[in-house]
């Protein structure tokens, strides 16, 4: 072998096992500053992108129609992680500046592009509302998503009822879900149609979905007019169901009925309901009438209901009256614990009770009372004064229950004595 061949092999030697890390850590350098910067042209890439959606959102925010579909379509041309929420945005934004057509077509390469965006439902739901609002007619039956189900619904009953009407009612009977069922029993109780409120009407009579027979009977409450009112008053007078005639009063109540709750109060022959009327009333805040009542009235569980009823309607002046005043001792503690839960306000009262009620029972009443309001100071006052030894005994342990520093240092006091 010639010198020359020998120095080249020798050469080529010294490359593979004396070079070789050199030649390794030149390349991993090289692939390293490769990835470096590519790396930061993605960076760069994301920041364009983030910004240009950025400035979208809040052109949307300012109703900067044109300027939005600018920035979205930017975001859209840099197909990055966030074109799919673009082209959304983007057709959003073409709908609103009144350019329909344009926004189906990015409607479309939504669909076409990412098939599986988060986007996609969105997107369908401004193609119906799109569609429908062109008078394009629309099939709410064949979409596959119960919210785009009814999203369709609400735009045909808008613009077609006389063939919605037949879907809702359709949805309502089949084998939809309890969801699907519940929103389009909604939908129809806020239509103006005559058919649809017999359709509401008759699922409220239990003769139609009778698993949906409460809600219907809420909605006429909620939504109902005149005509949806005397069907409550039908449905509660032809009713023998309990729970039935208790949701007709529900809805008396919140469609503003008192007459109609009143007359149930007054002269419903189930205690149950008549209960249930007279808490009602007092939702209402019909003082007055509760009042009344409760003069007029010889049943103690009755009464009772009267005044809970007076305290749900913040009558405190009754109560004190109740409280001051009553013979049956039953229907005093019912008005001093209702005259405690009132809060402090009510702390005066109870302690002038306190103060010239010889009753036992009716003064330890009044001891829970104050301490339900959380009334620190008036039990104090009774601890420091009171000179049964029970009472004060009373008095001394809910001040032990109630954790605040006034009633500690109290305590504290009591044991150094």
Same mark, same amino acid.
């Given at each position: 072998?010639?010198?020359?061949?020998? $120095?080249?092999?020798? #050469?080529?030697?010294?490359?593979?096992?004396? #070079?070789?890390?050199?030649?390794?850590?030149?390349?991993?350098?090289?692939?390293?500053?490769?990835?470096?910067?590519?790396?930061?042209?993605?960076?760069?890439?994301?920041?364009?992108?983030?910004?240009?959606?950025?400035?979208?959102?809040?052109?949307?925010?300012?109703?900067?129609?044109?300027?939005?579909?600018?920035?979205?379509?930017?975001?859209?041309?840099?197909?990055?992680?966030?074109?799919?929420?673009? %082209?959304?945005?983007?057709?959003?934004? @073409?709908?609103?500046?009144?350019?329909?057509?344009?926004?189906?077509?990015?409607?479309?390469?939504?669909?076409?592009?990412?098939?599986?965006?988060?986007?996609?439902?969105?997107?369908?739901?401004?193609?119906?509302?799109?569609?429908?609002?062109?008078?394009?007619?629309?099939?709410?039956?064949?979409?596959?998503?119960?919210?785009?189900?009814?999203?369709?619904?609400?735009?045909? @009953?808008?613009?077609?009822?006389? +063939?919605?009407?037949?879907?809702?009612?359709?949805?309502?009977?089949?084998?939809?879900?309890?969801?699907?069922?519940?929103?389009?029993?909604?939908?129809?109780?806020?239509?103006?149609?005559?058919?649809?409120?017999?359709?509401?009407?008759?699922?409220?009579? #239990?003769?139609?979905?009778?698993?949906?027979?409460?809600?219907?009977?809420?909605? %006429?409450?909620?939504?109902?007019?005149?005509?949806?009112?005397?069907?409550?008053?039908?449905?509660?007078?032809?009713?023998?169901?309990?729970?039935?005639?208790?949701?007709?009063?529900?809805?008396?109540?919140?469609?503003?009925?008192?007459? +109609?709750?009143?007359?149930?109060?007054?002269?419903?022959?189930?205690?149950?309901?008549?209960?249930?009327?007279?808490?009602?009333?007092?939702?209402?805040?019909?003082?007055?009438?509760?009042?009344?009542?409760?003069?007029?009235?010889?049943?103690?569980?009755?009464?009772?209901?009267? %005044?809970?009823?007076?305290?749900?309607?913040?009558?405190?002046? +009754?109560?004190?009256?109740?409280?001051?005043?009553?013979?049956?001792?039953?229907?005093?503690?019912?008005?001093?614990?209702?005259?405690?839960?009132?809060?402090?306000?009510?702390?005066?009262?109870?302690?002038?009770?306190?103060?010239?009620?010889?009753?036992?029972?009716? +003064?330890?009443?009044?001891?829970?009372?104050?301490?339900?309001?959380?009334?620190?100071?008036?039990? =104090?006052? =009774?601890?420091?004064?009171?000179?049964?030894?029970?009472?004060?005994?009373?008095?001394?342990?809910? %001040?032990?229950?109630? $954790?605040?520093?006034?009633?500690?240092?109290?305590?504290?006091?009591?044991?150094?004595?």
């Amino acid at each position: 072998m010639s010198q020359k061949t020998v $120095g080249i092999v020798v #050469g080529g030697l010294l490359l593979t096992v004396g #070079g070789g890390p050199l030649w390794a850590q030149s390349m991993a350098d090289a692939s390293s500053g490769s990835l470096s910067a590519h790396a930061d042209a993605e960076e760069q890439a994301g920041s364009k992108e983030d910004e240009a959606y950025e400035r979208g959102t809040e052109a949307l925010d300012e109703e900067h129609w044109d300027r939005a579909i600018v920035f979205f379509d930017a975001v859209v041309r840099m197909a990055g992680k966030k074109a799919d929420a673009g %082209l959304y945005w983007k057709a959003y934004a @073409l709908n609103k500046a009144g350019r329909a057509s344009d926004a189906l077509t990015a409607i479309a390469q939504l669909r076409k592009s990412a098939p599986q965006s988060k986007w996609l439902n969105d997107a369908r739901a401004l193609e119906l509302e799109i569609r429908q609002r062109s008078g394009q007619r629309t099939s709410p039956e064949t979409e596959g998503d119960e919210d785009l189900k009814l999203m369709a619904l609400n735009g045909l @009953l808008n613009t077609d009822s006389e +063939r919605a009407l037949p879907l809702l009612e359709k949805f309502l009977t089949g084998n939809s879900s309890s969801k699907l069922r519940e929103r389009a029993l909604f939908v129809l109780s806020q239509s103006d149609s005559p058919r649809a409120r017999e359709i509401v009407v008759r699922i409220a009579r #239990g003769q139609q979905s009778p698993e949906m027979q409460e809600t219907a009977i809420r909605y %006429l409450g909620l939504f109902g007019g005149d005509a949806s009112k005397q069907a409550l008053a039908d449905l509660y007078q032809s009713s023998s169901d309990v729970s039935v005639k208790k949701a007709v009063l529900q809805s008396f109540m919140v469609s503003g009925q008192k007459a +109609r709750v009143l007359a149930a109060a007054r002269g419903e022959k189930s205690e149950e309901l008549r209960k249930s009327a007279i808490h009602l009333l007092g939702v209402m805040g019909a003082q007055p009438e509760l009042w009344e009542m409760y003069q007029a009235e010889s049943s103690v569980e009755v009464k009772k209901a009267i %005044l809970h009823a007076m305290f749900v309607g913040g009558g405190s002046e +009754r109560l004190t009256e109740v409280a001051r005043t009553e013979k049956d001792p039953e229907l005093r503690k019912a008005a001093i614990h209702s005259l405690g839960v009132m809060g402090d306000r009510t702390g005066p009262v109870l302690l002038s009770i306190y103060s010239s009620d010889p009753d036992r029972d009716i +003064r330890r009443q009044v001891l829970h009372a104050l301490f339900v309001q959380g009334n620190v100071k008036a039990l =104090i006052q =009774i601890a420091r004064t009171e000179k049964d030894p029970e009472l004060r005994k009373e008095a001394v342990s809910h %001040l032990s229950h109630m $954790g605040s520093k006034e009633a500690t240092d109290f305590l504290v006091e009591l044991l150094n004595k």
